[in-house]
Nanobody
Framework: QVQLVESGGGSVQAGGSLRLSCVAS????????MGWFRQGPGKEREGVAG????????YYADSVKGRFTISQDKAKNTLYLQMNNLKPEDAAMYYC??????????????????WGQGTQVTVSS
């Protein structure tokens, strides 16, 4: 079992930045793939950024490439999402997810077993 707790959300103006954190606890060896996902009002949950933990390979949705950066601190069992140049369309609940397997599609929601409760991001224009 893995427990995930997100933090760092908040309200910013367009063009601003936020850094989200996701602290993992429990069986840390149950994390081979991790990702950040978001869900806006009335929208489906979508993958934003993903990472293969051991290889440190990173992947991004086209909508955030060049603006968002996923990273990890293995010593702290923490996953980060640095979000720069935020846009109103980035506003959503952001979730951290983990899988014990090397998933085939790191940005696909169905690949993940463990989910955090989410942290809200609001972007005003």
């Amino acid at each position: 079992q893995v427990q995930l707790v997100e933090s760092g959300g908040g309200s910013v103006q367009a063009g601003g930045s936020l850094r989200l954190s996701c602290v993992a606890s429990g069986n840390i060896y149950s994390r081979h793939s991790m990702g950040w996902f978001r869900q806006g009002p009335g929208k489906e949950r979508e993958g934003v950024a993903g990472i293969y933990i051991f290889q440190d390979d990173k992947y991004y949705a086209d909508s955030v490439k060049g603006r968002f950066t996923i990273s990890q601190d293995k010593a702290k069992n923490t996953l980060y999402l640095q979000m720069n140049n935020l846009k109103p369309e980035d506003a959503a609940m952001y979730y951290c997810a983990a899988s014990a397997m090397r998933v085939s599609r790191v940005l696909r929601t169905g690949e993940y077993t463990y989910w955090g409760q989410g942290t809200q991001v609001t972007v005003s224009s």
